[in-house]
């Protein structure tokens, strides 16, 4: 299929990756983080904000399996990314890839999992639950990381649903955010609210 891979994820695309995850881990938990967990509650969001040739995702049990294995040095990320990442033929297949990830790898406000969204996937008899961030929590996530395909993708969003830029300012405040990355997020923010004239000055 990679030949002709469709240009936009859909929420069949991140049912398949979270059987795929929960399957190589033995896991019933599985939690997807980055721009796709858009999927989870509005799968059929704007296409720009469904561009993407990955999704990032990591099992409920990585911890106890990575203690439970030999080398000391395994990583849950590195195996789903040698078997489901970009190149795989999980890749090949199905036309985009799963990027393993951990619980660190974004920048979220420490209580978004308080308040995060979850669904249940089924696989034959067995119930996957997915679990992924608020979509304001994940607008927070792309504010501490903020490249140019984050800028595009909050741009994008608040076009489509625009945003409490208030409360997004307050979960920013709360992250372990480096002082320098909340600064840039916060300026982000302001360039947003002049230009749609979300909030007064």
């Not at 308080?114 to 994940?138: H, M, Q, T, Y």
Request: charge should be negative; glycine fraction near 6%; charged fraction near 35%.
């Amino acid at each position: 299929m990679a030949g002709g891979a469709a240009r936009t994820r859909t929420r069949e695309d991140l049912e398949r990756a979270v059987r795929a995850v929960a399957a190589l881990f033995d896991t019933d938990t599985v939690y997807v983080i980055g721009s796709q967990a858009i999927l989870l509650v509005n799968p059929g969001a704007p296409e720009e904000l469904r561009r993407s040739s990955e999704i990032d995702m990591y099992p409920g049990n990585a911890k106890d399996w990575e203690l439970a294995q030999a080398d000391p040095d395994a990583e849950a990320s590195e195996l789903i990314s040698a078997v489901l990442g970009f190149g795989s033929a999980f890749h090949q297949r199905h036309g985009f890839y799963v990027d393993g990830v951990d619980e660190e790898t974004a920048i979220l406000p420490p209580d978004w999992l308080d308040r995060a969204n979850s669904s249940i996937v089924r696989d034959g008899d067995r119930s996957i639950k997915v679990i992924a961030p608020r979509s304001e929590d994940l607008i927070v996530s792309k504010l501490c990381r903020l490249d140019e395909k984050d800028r595009a993708f909050i741009r994008a969003f608040n076009a489509d649903d625009p945003l409490d830029l208030l409360e997004i300012r307050v979960r920013l405040e709360a992250t372990s955010a480096a002082e320098s990355v909340k600064k840039r997020a916060r300026r982000f923010l302001d360039e947003i609210r002049r230009d749609h004239g979300a909030l007064p000055e």
